[in-house]
């Protein structure tokens, strides 16, 4: 085969993938970008969307609760994530059930697990009955303002940490042990173990987790226009709810458009930080 051939075929059989970045990826971005810069009613480019959702209380405070629930629910999920990769990466009983177990969650559809999550955290629901069961007294959860965007983080980490736990349990078996050996013949102890080996070896992995962790927290959608719509009182109120409801519920695409770039900015923006402090972090800048 020449090497006009082999180019031929390659791109032959990227040409589907490709052509789906860009139908899927590529022109939406650029047709978001298009109408954010088109102020309603005006043929010229200009910044007046982005001048309007920057006074709009409604999307000041979505980007308020989108980054407080970032900042919790991020450590959070990776935390917990680790913590049961660890676990299974142990001698554990019935480590085939338990896994299974953990992983549940992230076979069943997100709008199935929300509508499920909803039903139990009723004012009448399960969780309420078990809390009195106890002798405590019933919570409002999903229809506190208090107590909703929790409810929320923990149905999105009950659904998300098995998933993220596989990664970082790939990286666990990675690990040489040999590596673990060595520092145990030198007298260290589990803490300085998972401390000096563990944390070291799993830079790569626990970067992925982190990355991947962030984008798809900023595009949780589902379980908040399922359980709450973005109330009581915007206390929910994440970012793509309030892309989603000015583009189809106010009819207001230009405000969503310009909704949408500072999402995708912001997001950028995180992710280049995090890569940042993870690179200074192992020596390498």
């Known amino acids: 085969m020449t090497k ?9 059989f990227l040409m589907p993938a490709l052509v789906s970045v860009f139908l899927l990826r590529l022109w939406p971005a650029a047709v978001a ?42 450590p959070l999920q990776i935390a917990i994530s680790l913590a049961l990769a660890l676990l299974m990466n142990t001698a554990v009983p019935l480590i085939g059930f338990w896994r299974t177990v953990i992983l549940l969650p992230v076979a069943i559809p997100q709008s199935v697990s929300a509508v499920v999550w909803g039903v139990a955290l009723r004012p009448d629901g399960l969780v309420n009955a078990v809390l009195v ?17 929790a409810s929320i983080i923990l149905i999105v ?19 040489p ?16 173990r998972f401390r000096f080996v563990t944390l070291p070896q799993l830079r790569r992995p626990l970067t992925f987790v982190l990355v991947a962790n962030t984008v798809a927290n900023f595009l949780i959608f589902a379980p908040i226009q399922i359980l709450t719509a973005g109330g009581p009182e915007g206390s929910t109120d994440l970012i793509m709810n309030t892309v989603y409801t000015q583009a189809f ?31 200074t972090e192992d ?3």
């Open 4 to 12: 006009r051939s082999a180019i031929l075929a390659a791109l032959a």
């Open 33 to 74: 970008v298009n109408t954010s810069l088109i102020p309603p009613g005006s043929d010229t480019y200009g910044l007046d969307n982005f001048r309007y959702i920057f006074t709009d209380p409604v999307f000041l405070n979505s980007l308020k609760v989108t980054l407080v629930f970032l900042v919790i629910v991020n």
């Open 133 to 149: 069961a106890l002798g405590m007294e019933p919570q409002r959860f999903l229809t506190s303002p208090d107590q909703a965007l």
């Open 157 to 175: 980490s009950w659904i998300g940490v098995g998933y993220w736990m596989t990664f970082i349990l790939a990286g666990l078996q990675d690990i």
């Open 177 to 192: 042990k040999s590596l673990y050996e060595a520092v145990t013949i030198d007298g260290a102890n589990p803490w300085q």
């Open 249 to 279: 519920i106010i009819s207001d695409p230009e405000s969503a458009a310009a909704s949408t770039v500072v999402l995708v900015a912001v997001v950028l923006l995180i992710v280049i930080l995090q890569f940042r402090m993870m690179r």
């Open 283 to 285: 020596g390498h800048d």
